[in-house]
C-alpha cells in the first residue's frame, strides 16, 4: 500500500546521497622565511594570539636534534631540521584519489640569537586546485603566522609574498 510512496523517497535520496564533485587539488612546497619561531609552528589549529618565541631547550625537547647546526656569528646559531614533503596531485570525481609521493625536500632552518629562536625559514606544502563548480581550493598560505611588524625584521621582508601592506 506504501510501496509507490517508499518508491519515490528512494528516488529522491538515492541521487543526493551519491552527488559529488570533481577537481584537482595540487600539493606543492611553498617557502616562509619570516614565520614565527615556535615549537607548535605546525599545529594548523594554533591560535595566532597563542604563538611565542621558544628557547633552544623548547626546540630540542619537543623537535630533537637538528640535522644541522650552523655557527653564523659570535651569538647566532642556525639549526636546520630536514624533512620528506609529500608532494603531487589529488584528482576528485566524487572521492578525492591522492596520487601523493615522498618526493619533495622540506626543511625548517631556526636562527637563534643567544638562546632565543628569533626567525624560522621553513618549506612546507600547501594545496591549491579547484573543484567544480568554480570553487578554489586553496587552503594554506606560504605564511601561516608571519613575524609581527614590532618583532625589529624589516616590515617589507617579514610580509607574506603577494600581499600588499596596510
Known amino acids: ?3 509507490p510512496t517508499l518508491v519515490i523517497i528512494c528516488a529522491i535520496f538515492v541521487p543526493i546521497a551519491l552527488s559529488g564533485c570533481a577537481g584537482l587539488i ?3 612546497p611553498a617557502e616562509c622565511e619570516n614565520e614565527t619561531p615556535n615549537i607548535n609552528i605546525h599545529d594548523f589549529f594554533l591560535s595566532p594570539n597563542a604563538l611565542k618565541g621558544s628557547t633552544k631547550a623548547e626546540f630540542l625537547k619537543e623537535w630533537g636534534k637538528p640535522d644541522e647546526i650552523i655557527s653564523a656569528a659570535e651569538d647566532e646559531e642556525i639549526w636546520i631540521y630536514n624533512k620528506k614533503l609529500w608532494c603531487g596531485a589529488v584528482p576528485i570525481f566524487i572521492l578525492p584519489a591522492p596520487l601523493l609521493l615522498p618526493a619533495c625536500d622540506g626543511f625548517n632552518r631556526i636562527t637563534f640569537q643567544g638562546n632565543e629562536a628569533k626567525n624560522l625559514h621553513t618549506r612546507h ?3 591549491s586546485g579547484f573543484i567544480i563548480p568554480g570553487m578554489p ?4 598560505p606560504p605564511c601561516r603566522r608571519p613575524l609581527p611588524l614590532n618583532s625589529g625584521v624589516d616590515s617589507a621582508a617579514a610580509k607574506p609574498a603577494g ?4
Open 1 to 3: 500500500m506504501h510501496k
Open 163 to 166: 600581499q600588499d601592506p596596510p
Open 26 to 28: 595540487v600539493a606543492q
Open 125 to 127: 606544502i600547501v594545496y
Open 137 to 140: 581550493a586553496t587552503t594554506d
